[in-house]
């Protein structure tokens, strides 16, 4: 059997809670895998826990009982909140970002891991003490970020889809009007992906009036589930009369410069 | 200015590589963090460096010159893949999975994050080396999957839309026929998402004919960029005239069985 020193324990221990956020593991699976014995361990999770806490990077929880163990809860620090949020702003402020019909093209943000990745820590941070069952996103540009979340919180991501697909079994359809425009647009979820007197949060990449929120409220009461809140990375505060209240936003949009570019700012709480 | 110990610089740094797959991290981020000579920094890597080559569990890359630095290059044990496959199997396997026309419901495994991240894990793996620039997918079950193999290969994710959105700016569209129904379909992509000239594979849940792969190998070509690999979850053999050659699956789909659920089987280089 190969033994590890205290470092190398420290390593994998840190790897392996890292990749599993929010997902208890149980003491035996490292002192199985490093032939050590459990008061080692507990002691190697202390240097993780301490050095985490230290650079206010998440932390380590301790769940006692038969089925515990510890998990690794994300975390940043507000310094890195914020400094994410003005660097976010000075991107998506770039003047050739501005596409005809006045968008923000930011595709490309919501697809870049690395931007996605810190984009979904922070969120996930703010949802952490929610217990919730489902991160929920509708298709198409906002699945990366929720899909993130839902990694972070240790849940199920679930898409709510445009269109019927044959692949998903029965599914529940709801017409919604979208606040902006006005349109009649309708949203479908599979009936097999949702229990019953579920907790979700909706995960969205940009709210205009909110509509596609309160959508996923009304869809949701159709499950018997219910929406706890709502994070999106960008909000459109030139749209005054929001059809939803509680909801976070890591930046805002205040309309167009003279120059062409975007007017961007850090939401209240990243500040 | 506070002090760290080898196992708290070792965690950290763990941490720090194992959420930047693929990219270069200087030296002098850590020694700044922890306060630290370049040589003891040096030492503290090759500890995480051995750890993970004991455990089979990807490695650590050491890039000379002056924008140098140590990357965490994803890796998975031949045992852990074999592992993985099998489970999927057994999981798909289950009866009440089969939904009207004969399709596996697998839309809460696609969108499981602990599930996705494995598999994302075992699919970047076998593209490591081919130095690609993006990972396309097509919306929607495939997302992801797609973005989790673009966070281990530390690239841009690309995602081809059914539909025109405005807020992609220009785009391009084709049209092609999905290998399986014969059915006419179009798929668009937006000017600005990718550079001329750029190395692609292409990642998606499911193939059948392979009509939506040859269809992404045409639309890249429109962007003049080369196709240099296909990874799916799941390959179905029942379609046995394929439209696209090279390419990696995890399972096979081989039909249904007389009980109704889903004859699958690990792939040739997954048994």
Redesign the interface.
Known sequence: M?K????????????IL???PD?VVNLNTFTE?FNAAKSTISEDIV??R???N??S?GKIETISGAAGGVKYICGVSREESKAFARDLCLILGERDRI???N?I?M??IM????F??RAGVILASEFNNLKVDYVVTV???G??LA?EV??ML??????V?RDNK????TTVSINYVSGSNKRIQSMSL?R??MKKGSRCIFIDDFMKAGGTALGIDNLLKEFESELLGIGVLVDDVTTERKLVRDYISVIQFKGINDDGSALLESSEIFK
Do not use: M
């Open positions: 190969e590890f020193t205290r470092n190398q324990r420290v390593a994998a221990i840190t790897k890292i990749e599993n997902k895998l240097i993780v301490d050095v985490l230290k650079l990077v596409i005809p019909g968008f093209y595709t490309d697809y870049n891991p690395q996605v990745h298709e198409t540009k699945i990366p899909y839902a990694k240790g849940v199920q991501l679930i898409i889809r044959v692949t998903e079994g599979s097999k992906s």
